[in-house]
């Protein structure tokens, strides 16, 4: 099979390459954290940049082991990151607290049935849409832990 990229399409797939290792735990900044599913396949990817007239995006170290280098993580790349980042933590900080008030309604067997009843839905979805509307409005400032439980 033979696939040919413009520049521009390949310097898109080295971004995009970027963002699955980031979400799959690997950091650019620490080369031991890069999954060993994905190592061989990122050498080969990162390592047609310069065909693909993008080697200013790619470096290599001291073994030849190639890596995406900072024009390519920051900008765009970084800012798709912190969207990303941003709408992960709000979406299982509600979730995680609409389930927990759902629990202490109706009991941590019945919350974590395979499917929840109709009724029990509802409520969720509406615990869901109080946290949602409090965290639009006023962020984390209204959030308090109470250490020890309830209060």
Request: charged letters at 30%.
């Amino acid at each position: 099979m033979k696939v040919s990229f413009t520049t521009k399409e390949y310097a898109r797939l080295l971004e995009l390459v970027h963002l699955g290792l980031w979400v799959a735990g690997a950091r650019p900044d620490d080369p031991a954290t890069m999954p060993e599913r994905y190592a061989d396949l990122t050498q080969k990817v990162l390592g047609l940049a310069e065909p693909f007239g993008c080697a200013d995006l790619v470096e290599a170290d001291v073994n030849g082991e190639y890596f995406l280098n900072e024009k390519l993580t920051g900008g765009v790349a970084q800012e798709k990151l912190d969207a990303y980042a941003e709408d992960v933590f709000w979406g299982e900080l509600v979730a995680r607290l609409a389930g927990r008030d759902l629990r202490a309604e109706i009991g941590a067997e019945a919350a974590e049935a395979e499917e929840l009843e109709p009724q029990h839905e509802v409520a969720l979805t509406e615990h869901e849409d109080t946290y949602w509307r409090e965290f639009e409005a006023h962020g984390i400032d209204h959030l308090v832990v109470l250490r020890g439980g309830r209060g």
